[in-house]
């Protein structure tokens, strides 16, 4: 394995103010700061889809800000600047980050086994076994009732979420079943083609406004108030391909052989049914409160990443991508005792970005995590925990 190294830049940016000291004599300052563009990259050579790579990038929007002028008189003598660089606008690298709280933000192995169940050819439109449990439910969610009313909006809300919800969308489904079937079976014979690729966004974000700071710059002279704010956007992707399965996995049973009717295997993927008639993706959806499981990890997207009823498997590691984009707007201003009266009536606003680029190649992995809570998960215990435990008291 070959890991490669490269940088690039511009060329410094330099300045110079020419005045006078107090004798009369001549003084001559400069200030000089790295280019407004730096970018790095290193990456791992492998065969196939490449390997593990970081791209850190810097650059800004707009004009680098600089003062020229000779409008200044300094012991009855003009002083003159030429291309000064203004503060805080030098090295490009300087106090960027990124915002680091985002919430829900998938490790590499669950963005990679979340896309293999997201795009396996196997996936079901509507999963059968399932959809004939809730059907079985059904007399419950209309009759149950109780004698104590907050309990009955407890048990009401949650019976939406995970009652009729599921049935609702499961019988919207059935309305495009033809055209998700005509889409299937095209999908499979460019499967046995070709394999397929599939690229799919799985998580983004975008962060408050953070790192707000006010600085001052009395270099030489030019008194400055810059205000400047950042705001951080995440995005994780990734990139996968399917592959044709010369040797069926038996263990969650398949159907029919690939080299039989294409129709028949659309049909049955998209309906969950194998030669097993009920898989093991299909039973952790059974079991009763698999969906809490699911919020501390991913077993069940690596059961459905790993369902092989049209006989298609992962072509190689999955390559997820983390993306993450600050921009940093700094806005500069003239203090009351500036020296530039043209920088006291004005205000600059200069944007600098630092963006960072990461490759990661990645198996599919079942692993725990903490849960990440939001609103609807904490409404949805809130009423789990009133309807169960305080109607029994």
Not at 16 to 33: D, L
Not at 54 to 70: A, E, I, M, Q
Not at 106 to 134: C, G, H, Q, Y
Request: aromatic fraction near 10%; hydrophobic fraction near 35%; proline fraction near 6%.
């Amino acid at each position: 394995m070959v890991v490669r190294s490269r940088s690039r830049y511009l060329k410094p940016i330099s300045g110079t103010v020419n005045g006078w000291f107090s004798n009369g004599s001549p003084s001559t300052a400069t200030r000089s700061y790295p280019g407004v563009f730096w970018e790095s990259m290193v990456d791992q050579v492998e065969v196939g889809n490449g390997g593990r790579m970081t791209l850190d990038k810097y650059f800004h929007k707009g004009v680098y800000p600089t003062f020229s002028g000779s409008n200044i008189i300094e012991f009855g003598k003009p002083v003159r600047y030429t291309n000064w660089p203004l503060s805080p606008f030098g090295d490009p690298k300087y106090d960027i980050a990124h915002y680091s709280s985002f919430g829900g933000v998938p490790s590499a192995a669950a963005a990679a086994t979340e896309l293999a169940a997201m795009t396996n050819p196997s996936r079901p439109l509507i999963d059968i076994p399932v959809f004939a449990k809730e059907l079985t439910e059904l007399p419950e969610l209309l009759l149950k009732r109780s004698g104590d009313v907050g309990r009955d909006i407890a048990s009401g809300r949650l019976s939406l979420e995970f009652g009729w919800k599921p049935l609702i969308g499961d019988l919207l489904k059935l309305l495009d079943f033809k055209k998700e079937f005509d889409a299937r079976v095209q999908e499979l014979l460019h499967l046995e083609k070709t394999g397929i690729r599939r690229k799919r966004k799985l998580f983004s974000d975008t962060s408050p406004p953070f790192d707000r700071t006010t600085g001052t710059d009395t270099t030489t002279g030019l008194n400055s108030v810059h205000l400047r704010e950042s705001v951080t956007t995440i995005e994780v992707s990734g990139f996968m391909r399917w592959k044709p399965d010369m040797e069926p996995a038996r263990l969650l049973g398949i159907a029919y052989d690939r080299h039989r009717d294409i129709n028949l295997k659309a049909y049955a993927a998209l309906a969950g049914i194998s030669n097993t008639i009920i898989d093991a993706s299909t039973i952790w959806e059974l079991v009763p409160y698999s969906w809490l499981a699911d919020w501390c990890t991913n077993a069940g997207d690596y059961l459905a990443a790993h369902r092989n009823i049209v006989g298609a498997v992962p072509d190689g590691k999955v390559q997820v991508m983390f993306h993450r984009y600050t921009e940093q707007v700094v806005k500069l201003s003239g203090a009351p005792t500036s020296r530039f009266s043209q920088l006291e009536k004005s205000t600059l606003e200069f944007v600098r970005i630092h963006e960072t680029k990461e490759r990661v190649p990645t198996s599919l992995e079942v692993e725990a995590h903490l849960p990440f809570l939001n609103e609807r998960k904490i409404a949805i215990l809130a009423d789990l925990i009133r309807g169960s435990y305080y109607g029994r008291r």
